[in-house]
């Protein structure tokens, strides 16, 4: 299939999906399609190669991770879906190159990858509604979540939950400082949220200190990060990975 790719941008975030067999250079001319004055295209940014398949050599992925590094000189968050293990296999490696102190990227298999395998322990609801509730929450988790104080330099609305920087221990309520997107608080209830809350604290105080913990115990990632992956996050990074899994699973034990 010859690679195409589309772009939406709803103001809160820039949405770029890819299609087809992409080699550096379709790569490097979709980089060049986002960047103004040099810069990348809005802070927050959902790439969709779920429709892809990445022909790049580990070499190119270093050089495409540098350039859009270079191009992203501000605080900004990307999240990357994909549905081949391969393409999985090769965004991890470009993660890694382009965590930095002033963006994060992290790659994901799919939107509603929580709700696969998982057994719910409340009433019954409308499995749609469930799967939208997860897909709007996990978007904003992903490229709304910040370091704090991140939103007085921005001057965008508050992030869906927090991560100290440089915090130990184990995550809590007080560190992750939820705020719930509007679209969130129309799609559930007092009860709901209130339990969420709850899960969130329990998750948080039995997965202990991110910096500790070994993935394959864990559910949030489905056994697809190692011990050894796992450590070659910062501190920081462990931080928002576990805050996005547990928050993301507490919704879903709440949503039915």
Known sequence: MAFSFQLRDDNRHLTVLLHGK??????????????????????????????????????????????????????????VLVARDLTFGQLRIYQAF??????????????????????????????????????????????????PGDEATTGEPPPFFEADRFGSGPLTLEELNITLPDELEMLTTESQRDCFFGAVARRAEAAGDPADIDPDEHVYWGGNVSRDEWKQHSRHMQRVLLAQGIVSWAMIDCTE
């Open 98 to 147: 382009r965590e930095s102190e002033s963006n994060d990227v992290m790659v994901f298999r799919e939107e509603e990858k929580p709700l696969s395998g998982y057994k719910r322990n409340c009433g019954p609801a409308d499995p749609a509604a469930v799967h939208r509730t997860v897909a709007l929450m996990l978007l904003a988790l992903v490229l709304t979540a910040c370091t």
């Open 22 to 79: 992409a080699t550096k250079t379709d790569l490097m001319g979709v980089l060049d399609a986002i960047t103004v004055d040099g810069t990348l295209r809005h802070p927050r940014r959902l790439w969709d190669l779920r429709d892809c398949e990445l022909d790049v050599e580990y070499n190119e992925l270093m050089e495409l991770a540098a350039v859009a590094k270079s191009r992203d000189p501000v605080r900004g968050r990307g999240a």
